[in-house]
């Protein structure tokens, strides 16, 4: 442990599911995440990370009160793209399930505003793909001049719940060209309680992409898995992506962490430091459904890199209490 991470105090932010955090250039450190309710999208930021968790929460955007947009908002994530802010969200028309599924699409807001904390949120639709079916956790990047989006979907001729995918696209809301599959779950830690790729988050270092998703159902089995490409490969190919046979980040019983994923990746104040966004639970016996335990609590802390050029991100933190 080094002397920032003793700066960082976990459970970072309470009751704050699907964390994403983001760095901008404006020297403020920009959160989102699922809140309980499921019922709205909240911006917070502060230019210090420590000082995020007391930061004030400012609602951008409600549900809708009947409609495609009506229930379940999940896992929004803030992204700076051709001098716009745009938040990539799921969301359903009813919190009902269907053989274990829910009904969500993505959808997409658009901000002009310098500070995404003011202006107007404008809606921009559905993420149109080659199904209408359960599909959630969308993401994007960019590499060498195309955008990228990355999702998690149930493809109707597949078992299981999701499976991750990639396509290029036409601007921040249209997918164009072919979408790939780039991961299905096969491996037993993927498929623990229900069969679920899901929560993709990019990480750029060393001539490779990272890709890490989160696996199994939300309870303590919920843990991260990794895919690598190099940089120079072909990214819409999935025999570009190799899928490392173990999960990266699970839960440890001896520090009392339940259940780690749906991660994301921000940096230091000074830029020197690699951290790993994510939620867990600080217990493993849950009752009823565990999307409606409240208490995955979003968490922070230093990870490293191996040798090889490989991220290691260790075990999750034991909670701290100052």
């Not at 199994?216 to 992506?241: K, V």
């Not at 173990?246 to 921000?266: I, K, L, M, W």
């Amino acid at each position: 442990m080094n002397d920032y991470e003793l700066n960082i105090i976990n459970p970072f932010i309470l009751q704050r599911a699907d964390p994403w955090i983001y760095k901008h250039n404006d020297g403020y450190y920009y959160f989102t995440a699922s809140v309980p309710e499921y019922d709205r999208i909240e911006l917070r930021r502060s230019k210090r990370l420590q000082d995020l968790p007391n930061a004030c929460s400012i609602t951008i955007w409600r549900k809708h009160d009947t409609g495609l947009m009506s229930a379940n908002i999940w896992a929004p994530e803030l992204h700076y793209i051709n001098g716009k802010w745009y938040v990539y969200y799921a969301a359903a028309h009813t919190s009902a399930a269907k053989e274990g599924l829910f009904d969500h699409r993505m959808f997409v807001l658009e901000n002009a505003a310098a500070n995404p904390l003011e202006g107007e949120w404008v809606e921009k639709g559905q993420v149109k793909t080659e199904w209408e079916s359960f599909a959630l956790d969308a993401t994007t990047f960019e590499h060498r001049g195309e955008r990228f989006y990355v999702w998690a979907q149930k493809d109707p001729s597949v078992e299981g719940n999701s499976n991750l995918y990639i396509s290029l696209m036409e601007n921040p809301w249209t997918l164009t060209g072919p979408q790939v599959c780039l991961s299905t779950p096969e491996y037993e830690w993927e498929t623990q309680g229900y069969l679920v790729n899901e929560g993709a988050a990019v990480l750029k270092r060393h001539g490779n992409i990272f890709m890490t998703y989160s696996a199994s159902a939300t309870d303590h089995h919920y843990c991260m898995g990794l895919l690598t490409a190099s940089e120079d490969a072909d990214l819409m190919n999935p025999a570009s992506w190799v899928k490392s046979p173990a999960p990266v980040f699970t839960t440890s019983e001896a520090n009392g962490q339940y259940g780690p994923g749906h991660n994301s990746f921000t940096v230091s104040e000074d830029g020197s430091l690699d951290l790993l966004v994510y939620h867990a639970r600080s217990y493993k016996e849950i009752e009823g459904d565990p999307l409606y335990d409240p208490n995955r609590h979003t968490r922070v802390q230093v990870f490293h890199w191996n040798d090889d050029g490989t991220p290691n991100f260790g075990t999750p933190r034991a909670d701290t209490t100052s």
